[in-house]
């Protein structure tokens, strides 16, 4: 009953707190994005930093992400507090399913952070989807494309799909496009290390409901999330887009693995 009194009281501190903050933010928000100011990409980051703090969520960094550039990030997908944990660690927008433009409060939150949005039912949507992707690249932004196209139960990295890529081989602009792979792992929850059966809890995947879940989160004891920042490289180290999928793939794959032991992961194995 105590533990149920006090998740109860975590929801309410955090909307009371947040709400009001977020309400300030959005019209600032709008207006950079509308001038295309840096601070549009800057202050998602600030915002996101804040909300971690209130979540009970500790972010812990392995290698360095890139910082200037057009750049192109690839992550494995668990849940949509990947989100979250990532924006505190990069100014980039995310590559999302259409539908997500129309969710209540979290499609505000994606137009917000200038998310690239494809909408899968159309057959011209992917190569629309690359042109708009390759025009930010071209503006010298980072994207973040969460490869596998759907979150996992988080035990596994699905295949990557590689048919957004074409966006790098269509950038115009003078620096080429560099590629990171980027690896997030759920560590642990009130300092015990997530076990299998405890992933059902962190990863949101199939039919889950948003809202129960985000509470779940909320309700439950702090958590400790890895991003693992793997070498960056450049497209043309590899034959093809099938290629670059699969080697981001392999070496997120073998981060998540190490992290999972305790283990720190080296920033690179071979480009495959």
């Keep these: 009953m105590g533990h149920r009194i006090l998740g109860r ?3 309410a501190l955090f909307l009371v707190i947040i709400t009001p903050v977020t309400i300030f933010l959005i019209p600032f928000q709008w207006v950079m994005i509308r001038l295309r100011l840096r601070a549009g990409l800057l202050l998602p980051m600030i915002y996101h930093r804040f909300v971690t703090r209130l979540m009970g969520l500790k972010i812990r960094i392995h290698g360095a992400p890139l910082t200037s550039g057009p750049r192109l990030f690839l992550s494995n997908h ?5 989100i979250v944990a990532l924006s505190t660690a990069l100014p980039v927008s995310f590559v999302a399913r259409a539908d997500v433009a129309s969710w209540p409060i979290f499609g505000l939150f994606a137009k917000l952070q200038q998310t690239v949005f494809v909408d899968r039912t159309r057959k011209m949507a992917t190569k629309l989807a690359v042109n708009r992707v390759a025009k930010r690249f071209r503006s010298g932004e980072a994207i973040l494309l969460f490869a596998e ?3 996992s139960d988080g035990q596994r990295v699905l295949d990557f799909r590689p048919a957004l890529l074409g966006a790098i081989s269509n950038n115009e602009a003078h620096e080429p496009v560099m590629v990171q792979p980027i690896a997030i792992h759920y560590q642990s929850r009130a300092g015990m290390r997530l076990r299998r059966f405890d992933t059902p809890d ?8 948003l809202i129960p879940h985000f509470a779940g989160i909320l309700r ?7 991003i693992w920042f793997g070498e960056p490289f450049r497209p043309d180290e590899v034959k093809d887009r099938k290629s670059l999928a699969r ?3 392999r070496q997120i794959r073998l981060a998540r693995a190490l992290l999972a032991r305790g283990r720190e992961a080296p920033m690179a194995w071979p480009i495959t």
Excluded: C, H, N, Q
């Excluded at 668990?78 to 990947?82: F, G």
């Excluded at 439950?220 to 890895?226: A, L, M």
């Design 78 to 82: 668990v849940s949509w507090l990947d």
């Design 149 to 151: 196209g759907t979150t």
């Design 9 to 11: 009281f975590r929801i």
């Design 220 to 226: 439950g004891p702090p958590i400790i999330i890895d």
């Design 202 to 209: 962190i990863a949101w995947y199939g039919d889950m409901d």
């Design 247 to 249: 080697s981001a793939r």
